[in-house]
């Protein structure tokens, strides 16, 4: 699902109306609708619990006011008040304000702080809010009324469903520019916006409703909009049939390359993640003091011991050994648990220079081009990394130049991401909060599932091999990744239901896989 900043959501409500014939009025009435809508499936108790409904003298404030008319004709008589005189509002908002007393919606003016104060202190009849305050367009802080309104209500009692966004954010940004409403649900219009995905921003929302007002694809498809949202739908979408007359072989063949002295874990992982992703076969090349460990975790995998350094990691004499492995599997899953020293990194950048099989680089395979991205490059192959913010840093880093840092990736995580994709012709996924995932074409996703319990040992591994898992089988690159993001997310959510942030490990996400897995197929999880 596309999402949009304040500027392109202004722009298909301009196309909409010159090129589809749909007045911003009749926009502002199906927002209204639908916000009426969903405020009753969310809450069926509304009338009784009673309902506030603050607005601004914006559009934002139109929608409201638009929402309180059609709340009325469902019997729901929301207490509404508006934070200007009506002489103030223009345009649309003008219009539905008149539609409103019109259906014999009572409207409160609120003149000034006093009258405001006696407002908000007159709620012992209502226990939630709908926020139509402020909009998209906000460009700075808050301030005046609306600051003043903003921070009452986040000292209430009231339960808060904002109108697009809550009020006080900016539709341009994940950063929180100034005081805002904090949401227990937001009900976004047409299209998500950045602040309802990204950042600290994105906290505020609560939970996001997307509310289809009648706006037409095609006007929003013209936009040429490069970053989206991965909802479930489109997940499940990409999960695999299998058909009935099939064998091990017909689900792909992956080459695990991972492991060695004291990190047989990390190996073990991405095999399991891949087998569990539904892999038919999966091999793990590891070291020869690794080995054992590897074929110990996991039963299903066959384990090959190659030479090794005297650290215990792989030797550069294992490589003719791994291009003949490598000539019988479909996908190759390399970096995770490998250590970083000069002889292995040195062996990682020979395989994925001259191999052509697709291709998933995690971890220390990643950290053997710290410096030296310029040789990575999927143009002629499939490619996939899978950086956290500190191995994107160093990836992003040259010896010439000061560092990257972490945190410098993580304050341009999207431009990041599109721009290192389309340069080195890859799909890249940069993990953490809001997992952003870029495809050589400069189209950017944004995962919502996951929790940061999910920061511990051994999940990204888990990641590595899910993806693998899922390309063997014959899904795009993009699918594989955009699956096994939202799947392993989900997982991982599904486990800390029963574990918790604090105690969630690997282990437990993998056991959580098959759950996640027929959640999108459509089956109830095994899980009660």
Same mark, same amino acid.
């Given at each position: 699902?596309?999402?949009l900043t304040a500027e392109?959501?202004?722009?298909?409500?301009?196309?909409?109306?010159?090129?589809?014939?749909?007045?911003?009025?009749?926009?502002?009435?199906?927002?209204?609708?639908?916000?009426?809508?969903?405020?009753?499936?969310?809450?069926?108790?509304?009338?009784?619990?009673?309902?506030?409904?603050?607005?601004?003298?914006?559009?934002?404030?139109?929608?409201?006011? =638009? #929402? %309180?008319? /059609?709340?009325?004709?469902?019997?729901? $008589?929301?207490? !509404? @008040?508006?934070?200007? +005189?009506?002489?103030?509002?223009?345009? =649309? #908002? %003008?219009? /539905?304000?008149?539609?409103?007393?019109? $259906?014999?919606? !009572? @409207?409160?003016?609120? +003149?000034?702080?006093?009258?405001?104060?006696? #407002?908000?202190?007159?709620?012992?009849?209502?226990?939630?809010?709908?926020d139509a305050i402020l909009?998209?367009?906000?460009?700075?802080?808050?301030?005046?009324?609306?600051?003043?309104?903003?921070?009452?209500?986040?000292?209430?009692?009231?339960?808060?469903?904002?109108?697009?966004?809550?009020?006080?954010?900016?539709?341009?940004?994940?950063?929180?520019?100034?005081?805002?409403?904090?949401?227990?649900?937001?009900?976004?219009?047409?299209?998500?916006?950045?602040?309802?995905?990204?950042?600290?921003?994105?906290?505020?929302?609560?939970?996001?409703?997307?509310?289809?007002?009648?706006?037409?694809?095609?006007?929003?498809?013209?936009?040429?909009?490069?970053?989206?949202?991965?909802?479930?739908?489109?997940?499940?979408?990409?999960?695999?049939?299998?058909?009935?007359?099939?064998?091990?072989?017909?689900?792909?063949?992956?080459?695990?390359?991972?492991?060695?002295?004291?990190?047989?874990?990390?190996?073990?992982?991405?095999?399991?993640?891949?087998?569990?992703?539904?892999?038919?076969?999966?091999?793990?090349?590891?070291?020869?003091?690794?080995?054992?460990?590897?074929?110990?975790?996991?039963?299903?995998?066959?384990?090959?011991?190659?030479?090794?350094?005297?650290?215990?990691?792989?030797?550069?004499?294992?490589?003719?050994?791994?291009?003949?492995?490598?000539?019988?599997?479909?996908?190759?899953?390399?970096?995770?648990?490998?250590?970083?020293?000069?002889?292995?990194?040195?062996?990682?950048?020979?395989?994925?220079?001259?191999?052509?099989?697709?291709?998933?680089?995690?971890?220390?395979?990643?950290?053997?081009?710290?410096?030296?991205?310029?040789?990575?490059?999927?143009?002629?192959?499939?490619?996939?990394?899978?950086?956290?913010?500190?191995?994107?840093?160093?990836?992003?880093?040259?010896?010439?130049?000061?560092?990257?840092?972490?945190?410098?990736?993580?304050?341009?995580?999207?431009?990041?991401?599109?721009?290192?994709?389309?340069?080195?012709?890859?799909?890249?996924?940069?993990?953490?909060?809001?997992?952003?995932?870029?495809?050589?074409?400069?189209?950017?996703?944004?995962?919502?599932?996951?929790?940061?319990?999910?920061?511990?040992?051994?999940?990204?591994?888990?990641?590595?091999?899910?993806?693998?898992?899922?390309?063997?089988?014959?899904?795009?690159?993009?699918?594989?990744?955009?699956?096994?993001?939202?799947?392993h997310g989900m997982a991982?959510?599904?486990?800390?239901?029963?574990?918790?942030?604090?105690?969630?490990?690997?282990?437990?996400?993998?056991?959580?896989?098959?759950?996640?897995?027929?959640?999108?197929?459509?089956?109830?999880?095994?899980?009660?």
């Open positions: 699902m596309k999402v392109q959501m202004r722009s298909v409500d301009a196309r909409a109306e010159e090129h589809f014939g749909i007045s911003s009025s009749t926009l502002m009435d199906n927002a209204g609708a639908r916000v009426a809508g969903l405020l009753m499936a969310l809450y069926p108790d509304l009338a009784a619990r009673g309902l506030l409904i603050v607005c601004g003298k914006g559009n934002n404030g139109g929608d409201g006011l =638009a #929402a %309180a008319r /059609h709340l009325k004709r469902q019997g729901v $008589a929301a207490r !509404v @008040v508006l934070l200007a +005189r009506a002489s103030e509002l223009t345009g =649309a #908002a %003008a219009h /539905h304000h008149g539609a409103a007393l019109k $259906a014999k919606v !009572v @409207v409160e003016e609120i +003149r000034d702080e006093g009258a405001w104060k006696q #407002a908000i202190g007159a709620t012992s009849a209502q226990s939630i809010v709908l909009g998209t367009g906000l460009s700075g802080p808050a301030r005046g009324p609306a600051l003043t309104a903003i921070a009452d209500l986040n000292g209430s009692d009231l339960e808060v469903v904002s109108v697009d966004i809550p009020s006080g954010l900016s539709g341009d940004t994940g950063d929180i520019v100034g005081a805002a409403v904090g949401a227990s649900h937001t009900i976004a219009l047409c299209c998500p916006k950045v602040s309802h995905v990204l950042g600290a921003a994105s906290a505020l929302c609560g939970r996001l409703h997307i509310a289809d007002i009648g706006i037409p694809w095609e006007a929003v498809e013209a936009e040429e909009i490069t970053l989206n949202i991965l909802t479930e739908e489109e997940a499940a979408a990409l999960v695999p049939v299998r058909e009935a007359d099939t064998h091990k072989g017909s689900y792909g063949r992956v080459l695990v390359v991972a492991g060695s002295r004291g990190r047989s874990g990390a190996a073990a992982m991405v095999c399991l993640g891949a087998l569990r992703a539904g892999a038919g076969l999966v091999t793990a090349v590891t070291s020869d003091s690794a080995q054992p460990l590897v074929a110990a975790h996991a039963f299903e995998v066959m384990t090959e011991a190659l030479p090794e350094t005297h650290g215990g990691a792989l030797s550069q004499v294992a490589e003719p050994m791994l291009r003949d492995l490598m000539a019988s599997c479909d996908v190759l899953a390399l970096g995770p648990g490998l250590m970083s020293g000069h002889e292995t990194a040195a062996l990682v950048r020979q395989l994925v220079s001259s191999s052509q099989m697709p291709l998933v680089l995690d971890a220390d395979g990643l950290n053997a081009f710290g410096g030296r991205a310029a040789e990575l490059n999927g143009e002629q192959r499939v490619l996939i990394l899978t950086p956290h913010p500190g191995e994107m840093a160093r990836l992003l880093s040259h010896p010439a130049e000061p560092p990257v840092s972490a945190l410098q990736v993580q304050a341009d995580r999207i431009g990041i991401v599109r721009a290192f994709a389309k340069r080195h012709h890859c799909y890249l996924v940069l993990k953490g909060h809001r997992t952003a995932i870029a495809d050589p074409g400069g189209q950017v996703w944004i995962n919502t599932t996951g929790n940061p319990g999910m920061a511990t040992a051994g999940a990204g591994d888990l990641l590595t091999g899910i993806i693998a898992g899922l390309l063997a089988q014959g899904l795009s690159p993009m699918e594989a990744v955009l699956l096994g993001v939202y799947a991982g959510d599904l486990a800390a239901d029963d574990t918790g942030e604090i105690s969630l490990m690997a282990r437990d996400i993998l056991e959580a896989l098959p759950d996640a897995f027929q959640q999108l197929d459509g089956a109830p999880p095994r899980r009660p």
